[in-house]
């Protein structure tokens, strides 16, 4: 087995790591930041300093180091209080490039174009709010559209600002030809990924896996620069499927749709790769690989789309663990390439999960239920356990779990809270650097949200960062 | 006497998928040894962009 597959591998849980379990929510603190814009202009870019630049893939660490201490829910008052004045040592490890990235000059988005703003239950910090779409019109893949009409991200460096605009401005001039490239990636098993759609983009590459350096960069870096022009792609593309399936008789096993959400993973982590893997039989006529950057926004509209069409969804959510996921998205970065921020692997799970719970309690997916048009169920699999590896008759999930459902609801439960959730990342991403094994351009690409896109708001969950990210700009 | 053949029987009609065929299916995956699941993601996903590259040459012709 290539050292890439077995980067996906879960790795062992150190000694002394945070259990996961569900944590009151605490008061979010707001305090006034300076806008990283204003920040001293630096020309540099690229490689953040003091980070190793090892062309290793993140292989995982078995190591048992306990990298912060692990407080006793007795001691969380006190707990606090050590650790907003010293700052975690993750975090204090990672400020070399924390800072550099925070003073990486910024470009404005073109005239005439709005800013994606993340509010709770309406928008993600990335991609297309829940019901907006691009490209698609009047019952069709429309001929071209103005390109304003695609949200941009805030404080993107002139590079990844010039990725967005370009690929904005593909889709814009020529929508018909960019969904029939996407549905090429797509295929015939119709599994409509968002992250497919990046493949539209010509540095991005055309395969699983990236070709050469520069693949790497744009798939660690460019990710959320592309993301909302790749979710208007999908959703239009979707759309086009959704109108296909209706035309196909009411007694059609694939005229049915199927959802897939939960946090950003890889591998066993998705419901959508557990079905790749092992669905010969099942047939849906599309399904909807949420990505999970999208907090699970979509499934509204995806409901309301569907059931004008008068076509059943089934909606799938898979609970993962998100103290340990990240180390499945530095995994799939080191061998695919695509590195997701964060920030936004944070609300995937806990923005995420609150909105999944919501759209299955709402009045919409329960009257849609008693019409036989939804449908719904939640999966836990549990700690991964390493032992399996070796010994192939023990489980690798022996928690695996339904979740319980009541009425055909089924059960979302509780994140922990964000700063917890982003600490440990942080916890992460310093192991796998500090060890050699995580290239800067994917060090950049896992800490430029909380370093200069969404400061402020990283900083409510964080508040040692903003220590750091003031000092940056001294 | 000859003995009669039986006829094979017909192919079970297939249904729509219910959600327990679907968390069916992802459990079995889950039970699934590492190394297979890898295997298995790795050869979808070859197939896949396979595909994909045939579809997009027959796009630009």
């Known amino acids: ?474 | 006497m000859k003995p009669t053949k039986t006829p094979p029987a017909p192919p079970a009609k297939k249904g729509p998928a219910r959600p327990e065929d679907v968390l069916k299916a992802a459990m079995d995956a889950l039970a699934m040894p590492q190394e297979e699941f890898d295997a298995r993601l790795d050869a979808f996903e070859q197939e896949r962009d396979r595909k994909a590259q045939e579809a997009l040459k027959n796009l630009k012709k």
Not at chain 1, 278 to 302: C, H, K, Q, V, Y
């Open chain 1, 1 to 474: 087995m290539d050292v890439s597959r077995k980067a996906q591998r879960p790795i062992k849980q150190p000694a002394g790591s945070p259990a996961h379990a569900p944590v009151t929510q605490a008061p979010v603190k707001t305090e006034k930041q300076v806008p990283v814009s204003q920040a001293p202009a630096v020309v540099e870019k690229g490689a953040p300093a003091g980070v190793p630049d090892a062309r290793k893939a993140y292989a995982g660490s078995t190591t048992t180091q306990t990298t912060q201490n692990t407080p006793s829910v007795g001691a969380k008052n006190l707990f606090l209080r050590f650790d907003m004045s010293i700052g975690s040592p993750a975090l204090k490890r990672l400020a070399g490039p924390l800072k550099e990235i925070a003073r990486q000059d910024t470009a404005p988005p073109p005239p005439g174009t709005t800013q994606v703003k993340f509010e709770t239950a309406k928008g993600a910090l990335i991609g297309l709010p829940g019901a907006e779409v691009t490209g698609y019109k009047d019952g069709k893949i429309a001929e071209k559209f103005d390109a304003t009409a695609i949200p941009r991200q805030p404080n993107l460096t002139a590079e990844e600002r010039a990725w967005e605009t370009s690929f904005s401005n593909k889709f814009a001039q020529n929508p018909r030809a960019t969904v029939a490239e996407y549905e090429a990636h797509v295929g015939d098993k119709h599994i409509f990924e968002v992250d497919l759609a990046k493949r539209c983009f010509p540095d991005w590459g055309q395969a699983s896996k990236p070709a050469n350096d520069g693949e790497k960069r744009i798939r660690a870096e460019a990710n959320t620069a592309l993301h909302a022009t790749a979710v208007g792609i999908a959703k239009a593309a979707f759309l086009k499927r959704l109108d296909e399936m209706a035309l196909m008789p009411a007694d059609a096993p694939e005229r049915q749709v199927l959802v897939t959400s939960g946090g950003c993973a890889a591998g066993k982590g998705s419901l959508t790769d557990l079905l790749k893997v092992n669905s010969p039989d099942l047939t849906f006529g599309a399904t909807w690989d949420a990505a999970g950057e999208g907090d699970a926004l979509e499934n509204r509209w995806i409901l309301q789309e569907a059931s004008k069409r008068g076509i059943p969804v089934m909606f799938g959510y898979v609970h993962n663990n998100p103290m340990e996921q990240f180390k499945s998205v530095l995994g799939r970065a080191g061998s695919q390439g695509r590195m997701v921020d964060l920030m936004t692997f944070t609300n995937s799970y806990v923005e995420g999960a609150r909105n999944m719970k919501d759209f299955v309690a709402s009045p919409e997916f329960r009257a849609a239920r008693e019409k036989g048009l939804a449908s719904s169920f939640s999966l836990f699999p549990g700690k991964f356990n390493v032992e399996s590896i070796k010994d192939k008759t023990q489980a690798p999930y022996p928690e695996m779990k339904v979740l319980p459902s009541k009425d055909g609801i089924p059960s979302i439960p509780p994140m922990p809270e964000s700063g917890k959730i982003m600490q440990r990342a942080l916890e992460l991403i310093d192991e796998a650097s500090s060890a050699g094994n995580l290239p800067s351009h994917l060090v950049t690409g896992a800490l430029a949200g909380m370093a200069r896109r969404w400061p402020d708001l990283a900083a409510q969950h964080v508040p040692e960062l903003k220590g750091i990210l003031n000092g940056a700009r001294q």
